[in-house]
């Protein structure tokens, strides 16, 4: 007898215990998502409502002046684009771009971070020089790097007999003149976030690895790499996608020129919506470059980021 008292009035606390955690957590998802509305307001406002209205335009012929008039076309813009040769260019130059600033910005901002992580005279003047021009908007870089490769300017003047004339006129030299560009702009950034992993390596691992006889390849390569993985994978992925994105400088210094050389993805884009107002092919190319960014980051997060231990 005295046993089922004692079983009823464990399972009656049992039973209180559990709706009190369960009115508890009902009361604090209640009031963690007061919190965030506001975040989640214009997270749908201006994230989620203009994606799905532009997946939604991609399948049309937008009429961009009567949207109620416009035609469905289903996946009809999509295989437009594979017969599309001024965007086939575009992806290839695209490409193009982020095959040559990529591994310049990448390795550069390493170099810059392990050489400037010793204490020497005048270093945080160096860290200071170096980040400076990436806080200058991307219309500031293009005006100050067009004089510089304008006919006279020190940037033809330094590529000396390699060109005659301004780089940005030439086929050949036009897309290097903006990978210098965008290397001399955005390298201070990941500079900046390398050398912060760079610090957060523990001195004692390079004293043990000096007695042990360890060389500086050897110690670069078993310590330094293994311990900056996660901030050179940040690095990788977040440099690609950005140049994915490339639209300021071609737009400020050679407007896609000469002869298409320079047009890009995004470039490309801007020229269908805002100039030639087809919003419903525009917007096929968008999503594209959207599908081919969800790749190229899966694959760098595959071959960076796997083995993590």
């Known amino acids: 007898m005295a046993e089922n008292v004692d079983t009823a009035t464990a399972n009656t606390s049992s039973g209180f215990f559990n709706r009190f955690i369960s009115e508890r957590s009902t009361r604090e998802l209640i009031i963690g998502l007061l919190f965030a509305s506001p975040y989640l307001t214009l997270f749908a406002v201006f994230m989620l409502y203009p ?47 982020v095959a040559m600033t990529v591994p310049l910005i990448v390795g550069l901002s390493l170099v810059l971070a392990l050489g400037l992580n010793k204490e020497l005279v005048g270093d945080r003047l160096l860290q200071f020089l170096y980040f400076s021009p990436y806080v200058l908007t991307v219309s500031v870089v293009g005006l100050i790097w067009v004089q510089m490769f304008a006919e006279g300017g020190i940037g033809t003047f330094l590529l000396g007999s390699l060109i005659e004339g301004s780089p940005l006129n030439s086929n050949l030299w036009a897309m290097p003149s903006l990978v210098i560009t965008t290397v001399w702009w955005q390298t201070g950034f990941y500079f900046a976030i390398l050398l912060a992993s760079r610090q957060n390596v523990p001195e004692r691992l390079y004293e043990a690895a000096r007695l042990d006889g360890a060389g500086p390849w050897r110690m670069f390569r078993d310590i330094t790499l293994p311990h900056m993985k996660n901030g050179l994978l940040f690095v990788v992925i977040a440099s690609t996608i950005f140049q994915f994105q490339v639209f300021g400088q071609p737009f400020v210094m050679t407007r896609g020129g000469p002869s298409g050389e320079t047009q890009t993805l995004v470039y490309y884009l801007y020229q269908l919506g805002f100039e030639t107002r087809q919003l419903g092919f525009g917007s096929a190319v968008g999503y594209t470059l959207l599908a081919i960014l969800v790749v190229v980051s899966a694959l760098n997060y595959y071959i960076v980021g796997t083995n993590n231990e």
């Open 51 to 97: 994606l799905a209205k532009g997946l939604y335009m991609s399948l049309f012929e937008w009429n961009f002046l009567r949207p109620s008039e416009s035609t469905f076309v289903g996946v009809g813009n999509y295989a437009r684009l594979l017969s599309d040769p001024v965007f086939w260019n575009a992806l290839w130059n695209t490409l193009e771009f």
